[in-house]
């Protein structure tokens, strides 16, 4: 997994890339973590730019679950941006459309 | 020989049955879809059914809860908790009996003691047949407690010390392997409120995991890598799916049910070989468990990339399985 960084209108946006599998769910929580408590201290929403993963494992959805977690207790929201079709698929079977904003863009500027 | 597995309860917490417009809706939208054709003979009928409607169209998932039947066994009877399905398999079991000439002994297999899971029992008939032997195997101590209270007056008319049947309890220990009348068991205990246990027969190398009733956590490692050794090489493995992933972690959080998402996880990375989807919500609807069965083959596809494909089947009340 490959992870980059850069901010939004709406907070700061983590822009993981690649195939997050089982073995990337540390290192993927982490950085959620990370993110959510950018988001928390600057007041704004936590943006997963989803554009470039190229898969996510049972295990990276479980980081997300978590993060999701720490981001409640935080008042932040964690929101999940431009997933691709495949990607897609997978958060709608899980129902996670229910309980993460699901959007198709985000509104980026430099970081 | 391996094993048959047979379903004759699927639903999970509560029987249901289908109110008079469902039955009407399925007609309907069979009409509609036939648009007019007719058909020579029944044969013809039935095939337009079975062939160019979904299962939720032509059929239904059924509403008995849980009850399962192994057949491979010595000449013994393998029952798998004791839900209202049990009612129909006791009938029938008196016909084989009579038929085949069955032996009269009972061997059932406990998931756990919740009243969804124990229903059937004072309506099995065989417990009021004074030659038949049931042995109840749990992995509860109070399995016995739980039987005599539902027979109590003030919850039933007919009471436990009534039936007729010689009826033993034992109590089985997890991580120990039992020969059971033919039959290798195996059990291990799950999450869920007062504990359930999953278990696993194997005969002539094939394996059959029954693990209803079980929450697992996504944070929790421990869980998904004995779950995996507890499924490993599994033929077939009926995992508890009641609920979608997102409703198992925050609503219905804690309330000792999982999802097909994680029960196809687990069997990936188990390297079990087909998967079968039960312990249904009692508020989903024929066309709802339609859509769960399709989503899962498609999430399973979605989430394989190198594994050995897993095959995923949906249970319903009269479902028949080798194994």
């Known amino acids: ?111 | 020989m391996g094993m048959l597995v047979r379903f004759w309860g699927t639903r999970g917490s509560l029987p249901v049955a289908p109110r008079a417009r469902a039955i009407e809706d399925k007609l309907v939208g069979a009409l509609m879809r036939a648009s007019g054709r007719s058909f020579a003979d029944e044969g013809e009928a039935r095939a337009f059914v079975n062939d160019e409607l979904s299962f939720g169209e032509g059929h239904t998932y059924g509403g008995a809860t849980t009850c399962l039947e192994v057949e491979g066994g010595d000449d013994s009877f393998f029952i798998l908790d004791m839900g209202s399905g049990l009612r129909e398999l006791g009938n029938d079991a008196f016909r084989r009996v009579a038929q085949d000439g069955r032996s009269r002994t009972y061997n059932f297999f406990m998931s756990h003691l919740h009243w969804d899971h124990i229903m059937g029992f004072p309506f099995f008939g065989p417990a009021f047949d004074p030659n038949a032997h049931i042995v109840i195997h749990s992995g509860h101590a109070d399995c016995e407690q739980a039987l005599r209270r539902q027979q109590e007056e003030i919850s039933f008319p007919v009471a436990f010390d009534w039936l007729r049947a010689k009826i033993e309890f034992k109590v089985l220990t997890p991580g120990q392997t039992y020969s059971v009348d033919g039959i290798e068991v195996e059990l291990m205990p799950q999450d869920h409120s007062h504990v359930s246990y999953a278990w696993k027969f194997k005969r002539d190398g094939r394996s059959f995991v029954f693990s209803t009733d079980a929450e697992h956590r996504m944070d929790d490692v421990a869980d998904k890598e004995a779950f995996e050794a507890f499924f490993d090489d599994a033929d077939l493995v009926v995992c508890d799916t009641m609920y979608s992933l997102a409703e198992s972690i925050t609503l219905k959080a804690d309330w000792g049910h999982s999802s097909n998402v994680m029960a196809v996880n687990l069997c990936h990375g188990a390297g079990a070989k087909r998967l079968v989807l039960f312990h249904h919500e009692p508020t989903s609807s024929d066309a709802d468990i339609d859509a769960l069965l399709e989503e899962t083959i498609r999430y399973e596809a979605l989430n394989r990339r190198d594994r050995r494909p897993l095959d995923v089947i949906c249970s319903y009340d009269s479902l028949e399985l080798e194994v």
């Open chain 1, 1 to 111: 997994m490959q992870w980059a960084e850069s901010s939004s209108a709406r907070g700061p946006v983590g822009q993981p890339a690649g195939v997050i599998d089982d073995g990337a769910r540390e290192d993927f929580l982490s950085r959620l973590r990370a993110g959510v408590a950018d988001a928390a201290t600057s007041g704004g929403d936590f943006i997963v730019d989803l554009a470039g993963v190229d898969h996510m494992s049972a295990g990276a959805l479980m980081a997300l679950t978590i993060a999701r977690k720490d981001a409640l207790g935080s008042n932040v929201k964690i929101v999940l941006a431009r997933p691709g079709p495949a990607l897609r698929e997978v958060l709608e079977i899980s129902r996670y459309q229910l309980i993460f904003d699901i959007v198709d863009d985000i509104d980026m500027r430099e970081g």
